[in-house]
């Protein structure tokens, strides 16, 4: 079982940057998924995250907190069992080492506690 995180890199203020996570060893789908972010002067907190809908309805939860609601979007795509973050209007702050992870259940979830598998993490690096 692995998640693997790509897509971080070095940005401009108000640039935009998309992140990937792949999973190996198992299917993403019937799983709740979220993206965090740390750094040094942080724990691991959300950034976006989104549920599961059971394969019954094309629509699915999400929830961003106030930090990243309106610049970033989380997305999924369980065919190629992949998850997405679009980050766009990236400011200084928004630095840190990104982190997706699984979590069994419906979603979404906010605590890092409630995610049960975590990719290694992809670095960004907004610069002012």
């Known amino acids: 079982v692995q998640l693997q995180a790509s897509g971080g890199g070095l940005v401009q203020t108000g640039g935009s940057l998309r992140l990937s996570c792949a999973a190996s060893g198992f299917t993403l789908g019937s799983y709740a998924l979220g993206w965090f972010r740390q750094n040094s002067e942080t724990e691991r907190d959300l950034v976006a995250s989104?549920?599961?809908?059971?394969?019954?309805?094309?629509?699915?939860?999400?929830y961003y907190p106030v930090s990243t609601e309106g610049r970033f979007t989380i997305s999924r795509d369980d065919e190629k069992s992949t998850l997405y973050l679009q980050m766009d209007s990236l400011q200084p702050e928004d630095t840190g080492v990104y982190y997706c992870?699984?979590?069994?259940?419906?979603?979404?979830?906010?605590?890092?506690?409630?995610?049960?598998?975590w990719g290694q993490g992809t670095l960004v690096t907004v610069s002012s």
């Open positions: 992870a699984a979590a069994r259940g419906s979603g979404p979830y906010y605590f890092a506690s409630l995610y049960d598998y």
């Open positions: 989104i549920g599961w809908s059971g394969g019954t309805t094309p629509f699915v939860s999400t």
